[in-house]
C-alpha cells in the first residue's frame, strides 16, 4: 500500500481537502484524488478519487470528511456491507449538507465521481437526495451493472477512474430540466 500513501504527494493540498483528521486517515487507507477527467465532462465533474483499506483482524476506522455541496457516484467493493448495501454495489450520494462519516471495516475499496455543484443533475436531469446514500438504479442512463463490471474490473485506480469516466462519456443522458429527486425506490 505505500505507493497510495505516496500518491497523496502529487496534490497534497487537493488531496487532503476536507480531511478530517487526514494524518491518521493516511495511516489506515490510500486515497487518491487525481484521475484526469475527460474535456467532455469537465463542466459536470470535478474529479475521479479512489480509497483502499486493509483493515482484516483490526479495529474499524472512522472516516470522516466536510463535504463540499456535491453528489459521488460510488463504485464500491470490500468484505462488509457498507451503508446497508452489500458489496459489491454502486452508490448515489447524495449532496451532504453535515458532517460525513463511514466506518471502515474489513478490507475495501472505491471509485468514484465526484460531481461539480450541480453538475449532476445538469448532466443526468435528476435530482440527487440531501444527506443520504442508496443504490444507483439503471434510469439515469449508465446502469448501474454495467459500472460494477467495468470499473471493478481493473486493478489499477487510473483504469479504474477511466473506466468510470467512459461510462458517463460516450451516451450521457438527455440533458432535461430536473423533475424530481433521485430515489432508489422508483430504480427498481
Keep these: 500500500m505505500a505507493s497510495w500513501k505516496n500518491a497523496t504527494t502529487l496534490d497534497r493540498a487537493a488531496t487532503l481537502r476536507g480531511i478530517l483528521r487526514p494524518a491518521e486517515t493516511a495511516e489506515h487507507t490510500g486515497l487518491r484524488r487525481d484521475a484526469p477527467v475527460s474535456e467532455a465532462l469537465r463542466p459536470f465533474v470535478e474529479r475521479y478519487w479512489s480509497v483502499r483499506w486493509d483493515l482484516t483482524g483490526r ?3 472512522r472516516s470522516e470528511v466536510l ?3 456535491s453528489v459521488n457516484v460510488s463504485v ?3 468484505t462488509e456491507p457498507r451503508f446497508g448495501s452489500a458489496m459489491p454495489a454502486v452508490l448515489l450520494h447524495g449532496v ?3 458532517r460525513f462519516g463511514v466506518d471502515l471495516t474489513g ?3 472505491v471509485t468514484a465521481v ?3 455543484p450541480g453538475g449532476f443533475t445538469a448532466l443526468t436531469g435528476a435530482l440527487a437526495g440531501r444527506n443520504s446514500v442508496e443504490p444507483l438504479g439503471d434510469q439515469l442512463g449508465v446502469p448501474a ?3 460494477l463490471v467495468d470499473v471493478l474490473a481493473p486493478e489499477d485506480d487510473d483504469d479504474r477512474a477511466a ?3 467512459a461510462a458517463w462519456r460516450p451516451s450521457p443522458p438527455s440533458r432535461r430540466a430536473p423533475t424530481s429527486t433521485y430515489s432508489a425506490s422508483s430504480a427498481r
Excluded: I, M, Y
Design 67 to 69: 463535504s463540499h455541496p
Design 96 to 98: 451532504v449538507t453535515r
Design 107 to 109: 478490507a475495501g475499496r
Design 76 to 78: 464500491e467493493s470490500g
Design 114 to 116: 465526484k460531481f461539480r
Design 145 to 147: 451493472a454495467r459500472l
Design 59 to 61: 479495529a474499524p476506522f
Design 163 to 165: 473506466a468510470l469516466d
